[in-house]
């Protein structure tokens, strides 16, 4: 019996891989954890939350409304099921867990596309953990989903090419922004700048952003050292490094980290090979030019398989639903797939261009002090993380969690896997290369404990 392709993600390259699916004549079942599809750069607001796309996506406008065009032209041929969280997987089910209800279900699969997309990049710093300090996309999912500022006085802060896009938006939106603090430094974009030209209008966009905040008076530093978060409660202040100078700025709010991470928990637990990706910092899901990964019937595409941005995740998606179609015996149009191939190979250039404008603050462990919260689900510091290699000699990220506990809260190690492995790296005296990544496990991000199986489901 035939089992309908599922699509996990419901951004770009989601959407992309669906319509794809369907213009071959395929109904796919495609599982968005949001309650709309679009993703997080384009994230729709609720059906009764009117608001004109150039507010909601700036420069970004024209795509989203292609992108949500895309959805909702076919919506009637497929199987769309919003809110459905897929907390678990193995060979031919996932577990889905359906949130308005909390009803958790098995959804069969034969041929898989993940699209799970990307999250952000924290490197702690004192005082992170202050009600009002926000992570960079948590602060540009309140400006888009609700409309809602995360403060009247906000602060950004890290590095990444988000840095600025959210700090732009917040602006254009009205908000208050009292300046952008960023750890790069201008000699480290100008260094970049060979490789930035080879997609001018995108890097034409970023120059655009920085260039508005300028003229409207926000403050942009950069080749700063983050300190600390000041309040009493709640946040007030942030502390930096800038030039030898420790300085001051009051706040109510902050938003921060240091580019994107892949969501690639769900890879993991299929079983697909990993390997570590210098440019990107992090071990990554294995995938072949057009999406395929090292176990049959599972695709990998967009940023959960590696930060590309979301043009790239756009191609990745249609890429992907070819080389499932193909591998079902379908006809494609194998010039298309040449070329899709051609514009993601072409984005490497740009995409190194990117970590050398922004590049990982290497000495973060170093500097980040004993008593520094790491893992706030477990409360572990990065005392008690040198403490334990001190101790016992680990080198290994998993050896770390089962002596330290870190990585084993509510956001199984998405939050806190990177600072960990950064410090265990430091304090072995290893890179960061060989201390090996988080394990997946499930649920992959938080469920209720009250959770009911769908009636007749015994599988989940």
């Not at 199987?79 to 997987?89: I, K, T």
């Not at 993601?344 to 922004?358: D, H, N, T, W």
């Not at 896997?417 to 265990?424: D, H, I, M, R, S």
Request: proline fraction near 6%; glycine fraction near 12%; charge should be positive.
């Amino acid at each position: 019996m035939k089992i309908a392709p599922v699509i996990v993600g419901a951004g770009p390259a989601g959407i992309r891989a669906a319509q794809t699916l369907v213009a071959h004549g395929l109904r796919p079942v495609l599982l968005d954890e949001a309650a709309r599809a679009g993703g997080q750069i384009y994230r729709r607001p609720p059906a009764h939350f009117k608001r004109p796309a150039e507010q909601l996506y700036g420069t970004e406008a024209g795509r989203a409304v292609a992108v949500h065009a895309a959805i909702d032209g076919v919506m009637d041929r497929i199987d769309y099921r919003p809110d459905s969280l897929v907390w678990n997987a193995q060979a031919g089910s996932l577990d889905v867990l359906h949130a308005p209800t909390a009803v958790t279900r098995s959804v069969p699969w034969q041929r898989l596309i993940v699209a799970t997309g990307a999250t952000d990049r924290i490197l702690p710093v004192p005082g992170w953990t202050l009600p009002g300090v926000y992570s960079l996309g948590g602060s540009q999912v309140a400006l888009k989903f609700q409309g809602c500022a995360i403060g009247s006085k906000v602060v950004f802060m890290g590095s990444g090419p988000l840095l600025y896009l959210v700090a732009y938006q917040y602006a254009k939106a009205g908000a208050k922004v009292v300046a952008v603090l960023d750890t790069s430094g201008l000699l480290d974009q100008a260094a970049a700048l060979p490789g930035l030209v080879t997609q001018p209008v995108t890097f034409g966009k970023g120059l655009y952003y920085l260039g508005w905040l300028q003229t409207h008076g926000v403050p942009v530093h950069r080749g700063v050292q983050p300190l600390r978060m000041l309040g009493d409660g709640h946040v007030e202040a942030v502390v930096f490094d800038h030039g030898g100078t420790e300085r001051t700025l009051a706040c109510d709010a902050v938003g921060f980290g240091h580019a994107l991470r892949s969501e690639s928990q769900l890879a993991d637990l299929l079983g697909c090979r990993f390997g570590f990706s210098p440019v990107q910092r992090a071990h990554l899901p294995e995938r072949d030019a057009a999406g395929r990964s090292s176990i049959d019937g599972v695709y990998l595409a967009g940023d959960g398989a590696g930060i590309m941005g979301a043009d790239a995740a756009e191609w990745a998606g249609e890429r992907a639903a070819l080389a499932l179609l193909a591998d079902e015996g379908v006809s494609i149009d194998k010039g298309r797939a040449a070329q899709l191939e051609s514009k993601l190979a072409g984005l490497m250039p740009f995409r190194r261009g990117l970590e050398r404008a922004f590049p990982f603050p290497t000495g973060w462990a170093a500097q980040a002090p004993d008593d520094l919260v790491v893992c706030r689900c477990e409360n572990i510091t990065a005392g008690d993380l040198r403490q334990v290699v001190r101790q016992t000699g680990a080198q290994e990220m998993n050896r770390l969690k089962a002596l330290s506990r870190v990585g084993m809260g509510r956001c199984q190690g998405r939050m806190c896997g990177v600072a960990a492995a950064e410090l265990l790296a430091h304090a072995a005296g290893v890179p960061v290369a060989q201390v090996g990544r988080l394990r997946g496990q499930a649920p992959i991000k938080p469920i209720p404990m009250g959770m009911t199986v769908a009636a007749g489901d015994e599988t989940a």
